[in-house]
C-alpha cells in the first residue's frame, strides 16, 4: 500500500511538471511564502503584514523553495506525495490498533488510492498536510486511549496544534476535546480527566499562542489563526447567500457583496479598520443576521451541510476546464466516473460500518464520529463547501473498512436501531446526490 500511493502521487507530481498553479487558493500561499522568502515577512505584497491564511503550509512552501529554488512546485508536489505516503502508515495503524490487521490494511488500500486524495497532493493546498495532521492526532488519541502514556497528551495537543495553524477549524475544538477527555478518559478519577484534558489543551494552546498575539498586535483585536472566520460566515449568513451553492457567494460582486454590505451598514468605520476588525464586524452581522431569520438560517444550514457532503466534483471541473494539461474527453469521464465512485462508495460504506464496528474501540469509535461531526457541523454554519470534507475521508474509510471486512456481520444486524439510523442517513445522503445531478445537470 505504501508503495502504490507512492507511486500514484509522484505520477502526479510528474504528471503537471511545468505547469501554472490555476486555484485561486493556491496563488495566495505561494505568494505568501515567496514573501516569507525574500523578505521575511507573512504578506501577500511586501510590506503589507497580513492573516488572511494560517501559516504553517505557507512556511513549508517557502521551506522548500529555500532549498529547492524559488516556485519550485514540483519539490512541493513531491514533499506531497511523501506526506501522503506516511499517512497511509498512520491510517493503518490507527485502523489496526482499533479493529485489527486487515481493516488496517483496507483502510490504508483505500487512502493509497482514493482518487481525489491522490489528485490533491498535486495543488498547492492544505488537504494533504491537514490530512496527515489530522489522522496523526487520532493515532495518537488512540495510543493515549489504549495505553495511558501520560507523553502522548503534550504529543496530542502538539499535533492539534499545528493542525490549527494549518486549517483553522481546529482552534475551535479544546472545548469539544475536554468533554470527550472528561467522558472517555479511562482514568478512574475525575481530577486526573481533567489534568490529563489540561496537558492536552494547553500544550495546544502553546502552539498556537505567539501566532496569535502576533496577530493580534497586527490587527488590535485577538485574532488566533486568520482573518477568515467573521468573512466567511458572513458569506453564508446575509441577505444574498444562495440556497443552491451557498459557498459561491464568494463570487458576489458589485452592492451583493459581502464587503459592500457590511459598509452599508457603518460606512464610516469600515473604511478605516484593521483585517481583524473587519472580520470581526463582519462576524458580528452576520451574527445579527442569523438572530433575525432563524427560519432562513435553518433552511441554509440544512442546505450547507448537504453541500458539504456533495460529489466531489473540483479535479473534474479542473480537467474539463482545460487545467492541468490537455486531456482526452473519455479519460476525464472515466476520472469522474472513479472519483464520484470511489466517494459514494467510501462514504455509504462508512456510515454503514460506524454502525456495527464492534464496540471493543468504542471511545475511539466516539472521537472520530465526534472529530467528524464537529469539522462538519463548524463548515455548516458557515458556508459548507465540499472540498472542506476531503481530510475526513480517510477517517471514514477506517469505517468503511469495517463494513467490507464483515458485509455478511452488516446484514445480520439488521434489526439494531443504530443500523436503521444510517441506513436513513444513506437514503437521504443519495436523495441529495441525485438533487445535485438534476439540479446541475447543465454543470455535469
Known amino acids: 500500500m505504501l508503495a502504490i500511493a507512492l507511486v500514484l502521487r509522484l505520477f502526479v507530481a510528474g504528471w503537471l511538471y511545468g505547469q501554472p498553479l490555476y486555484v485561486f487558493d493556491e496563488n495566495d500561499y505561494n505568494q505568501i511564502a515567496l514573501n516569507l522568502l525574500r523578505h521575511g515577512q507573512f504578506a501577500l505584497e511586501p510590506g503589507h503584514l497580513t492573516s488572511i491564511r494560517p501559516p504553517i503550509y505557507p512556511a513549508l512552501v517557502a521551506g522548500v523553495y529555500a532549498i529547492a529554488g524559488e516556485q519550485n512546485f514540483t519539490a512541493v508536489r513531491v514533499l506531497q506525495a511523501l506526506l501522503g505516503t506516511a499517512t497511509v502508515a498512520v491510517l493503518y495503524a490507527l485502523a489496526r490498533n482499533m479493529y485489527g490487521q486487515r481493516v488496517g490494511l483496507i483502510a490504508a488500500a483505500i487512502y493509497a488510492c482514493y482518487p481525489s486524495l491522490v489528485a490533491t497532493c498535486g495543488l498547492l493546498l492544505t488537504e494533504t498536510l491537514f490530512t496527515f495532521l489530522l489522522c496523526t492526532a487520532c493515532l495518537l488519541m488512540q495510543q493515549f486511549l489504549v495505553r495511558g502514556k501520560f507523553w502522548l497528551l503534550p504529543a496530542l495537543g502538539v499535533a492539534l496544534g499545528v493542525g490549527a495553524l494549518t486549517r483553522s477549524v481546529l482552534w475551535l475544538f479544546p472545548p469539544v476535546l475536554l468533554v470527550f477527555l472528561l467522558v472517555c478518559d479511562p482514568a478512574p478519577r475525575w481530577r486526573m480527566r481533567l489534568l490529563h484534558a489540561a496537558v492536552a489543551i494547553g500544550t495546544m494552546i502553546a502552539v498556537i499562542s505567539p501566532w496569535a498575539i502576533r496577530n493580534t498586535r497586527l490587527h488590535h483585536t485577538f485574532t488566533a489563526v486568520d482573518v477568515m472566520g467573521g468573512r466567511n460566515f458572513m458569506m453564508g449568513n446575509y441577505e444574498y447567500t444562495p440556497l443552491d451553492r451557498p459557498w459561491d457567494a464568494i463570487s458576489m460582486s458589485g452592492e451583493q457583496s459581502w464587503i459592500a454590505v457590511l459598509k452599508r451598514n457603518s460606512p464610516q468605520e469600515s473604511s478605516e479598520l484593521t483585517q481583524g476588525q473587519l472580520d470581526k464586524r463582519a462576524m458580528k452581522a452576520a451574527v445579527k443576521y442569523v438572530v433575525a431569520h432563524p427560519g432562513q438560517t435553518a433552511q441554509r444550514d440544512v ?74 457541523g463548524i463548515h455548516t454554519l458557515v458556508f459548507g463547501h465540499s472540498r472542506y470534507h476531503l481530510p475526513l475521508m480517510p477517517l471514514i474509510g477506517v469505517f468503511a473498512a469495517v463494513a467490507w471486512t464483515s458485509p455478511v456481520k452488516v446484514l445480520a444486524q439488521w434489526r439494531r436501531p443504530a443500523l436503521w439510523l444510517a441506513g436513513g442517513f444513506c437514503v437521504l445522503l443519495t436523495a441529495s446526490w441525485c438533487r445535485e445531478l438534476v439540479i446541475e445537470f447543465g454543470r455535469f
Open 303 to 376: 442546505a450547507k451541510f448537504f453541500h458539504f457532503w456533495q460529489l466531489e466534483r473540483e479535479i473534474v471541473a479542473g480537467l474539463w476546464w482545460g487545467y492541468w494539461n490537455q486531456v482526452p474527453t473519455l479519460v476525464v469521464l472515466a476520472m469522474a466516473v472513479a472519483i464520484v465512485g470511489m466517494y459514494v462508495t467510501v462514504m455509504l460504506s462508512g456510515v454503514m460500518g460506524a454502525a456495527v464496528a464492534p464496540a471493543s474501540s468504542w471511545r475511539m469509535q466516539a472521537f472520530l464520529i465526534l472529530l467528524i461531526a464537529f469539522v462538519c
